[in-house]
């Protein structure tokens, strides 16, 4: 059912974005799964693997505005992973308010478990899928994350 407020193409987006809510509570669970087995949340997996990626120590708000989380709620997670010995803080030589998060050689192993657990996992999801459809959807998603971050 459609709402008498939003054009064909606005009702479009709202079912895409019901199904991007619908999606993220699935992926969720099965982060939670994989990440489990290390003793970590998804929250903090993917935290790490902010991290990871960046390949440097990194600020707290840095991460944050590449994950699109709030600052408070990765501050709070960062801390957990710094009680776990997963990432340790250093002085920033840029900023003397904001440290630098850094991963360390154990959050590195985490974070690599994690990821090796779940491959076989998400290749064969994506064995059932087009890999052109994927990056079509792909795109789109990064194209409304810019859209949101504009209007905003």
Not at 64 to 84: F, I, N, Y
Request: with cysteine; proline share 4%; glycine share 6%.
């Amino acid at each position: 059912m459609t709402s008498p407020a939003h054009t064909p193409d606005g009702a479009a987006l709202v079912e895409l974005f019901l199904a991007v809510c619908q999606f993220h509570g699935v992926l969720v669970t099965a982060g939670d799964k994989f990440s489990a087995v290390v003793g970590l949340t998804m929250a903090r997996w993917q935290v790490l693997g902010a991290l990871y990626r960046v390949g440097r120590p990194e600020t707290v708000s840095n991460i944050a505005r590449t994950m699109g989380l709030a600052r408070q709620s990765v501050q709070r997670t960062a801390d957990d992973l710094e009680k776990l010995g997963l990432v340790v803080y250093e002085t920033n030589p840029h900023h003397k308010r904001a440290l630098l998060m850094r991963l360390t050689p154990e959050g590195a192993e985490a974070f690599r478990h994690i990821v090796e657990m779940r491959a076989p996992w998400v290749n064969a999801l994506a064995a059932e899928l087009d890999a052109g459809d994927i990056a079509v959807a792909t795109r789109i998603l990064k194209s409304l994350r810019q859209k949101f971050e504009e209007k905003m």
